[in-house]
């Protein structure tokens, strides 16, 4: 008896397979149609992102911008890709878009730090305030940019420190670029006492300032006293320098500056501003 239940069980399954061949087929099909969307979609925006990011970069469009549209370009073909797979194997996707749309919802006031910190990297990409290579400073916290994330901007200190900053506290604080414009102002004050001639104090540093190449003389020097104290008194000098020179021309600006007072016999006390 158990085999002939055997028998009539194959039977009935082999009758259940002829009657709903084309129903199969068609699911059949179907599947491997979405399998093959899923494939092709994947790839697709694999390429067309590395297309994307490589034709920016040759047309000299900021590597960060770049990346960043690549990203955003890659993962909406992926959701579309997803979509239309599951629309292929029979899911009612306007319903699954509104789910999905209601859960998306759900997760922004959940991750609303996340989210604001999304837009601020949508918004730093867009006006692009500084460039991948840049020195600036947030509030704060200086570095050279390394790259603008979606959700935070990596910089690297002066000293070889990473540092992880959100996108938006950048756009809420103030941003200084420092690797804007060609050139930079040196500001520097130095301290001499009472005894010191001013007018020889004045010819010496100008004089430092005028033999110095790195200083752009068409932009005008400034040697004058700026404010006395009670036991020294306070020269400003500003001069205009290449931007990557300004660091070495204010160190050397000090070293020259304090050999030509001891030479004059002034007591001087350079500092920086």
């Not at 990297?121 to 290579?133: D, E, K, P």
């Amino acid at each position: 008896m158990e085999d002939i239940d055997v028998v009539n069980q194959i039977n009935h399954a082999g009758n259940w397979l002829i009657n709903n061949q084309e129903l199969l087929i068609h699911y059949a099909v179907n599947i491997v149609a979405a399998v093959i969307i899923l494939f092709i979609g994947l790839l697709t925006s694999r390429i067309v992102s590395r297309t994307l990011s490589r034709m920016m970069k040759a047309t000299h469009i900021d590597a960060t911008v770049a990346d960043f549209v690549s990203a955003i370009l890659r993962y909406g073909i992926m959701i579309f890709t997803l979509i239309a797979a599951l629309n292929r194997i029979g899911v009612q996707t306007a319903s699954l878009i509104a789910v999905i749309g209601a859960a998306g919802l759900a997760i922004g006031l959940a991750l609303q730090g996340s989210l604001s910190n999304f837009a601020a990297g949508v918004l730093l990409v867009t006006f692009r305030h500084f460039h991948a290579g840049d020195y600036v400073d947030f509030s704060g916290t200086s570095g050279t940019v390394l790259v603008v994330q979606i959700f935070c901007t990596r910089l690297k200190t002066y000293d070889g420190k990473i540092v992880v900053v959100p996108n938006s506290k950048i756009l809420s604080g103030n941003i200084t670029n420092f690797s804007k414009g060609p050139h930079r102002l040196i500001d520097t004050i130095i301290s001499v006492n009472y005894d010191a001639n001013i007018d020889i104090v004045k010819k010496l540093i100008t004089d430092i300032l005028v033999s110095d190449r790195r200083v752009i003389k068409d932009m005008g020097l400034t040697v004058r006293l700026n404010a006395l104290h009670s036991s020294s008194m306070d020269f400003i000098i500003r001069a205009w320098v290449p931007r990557n020179d300004q660091q070495n021309a204010t160190f050397d600006l000090l070293e020259k500056a304090k050999v030509a007072l001891d030479k004059y016999q002034i007591n001087g006390f350079p500092i920086r501003k």
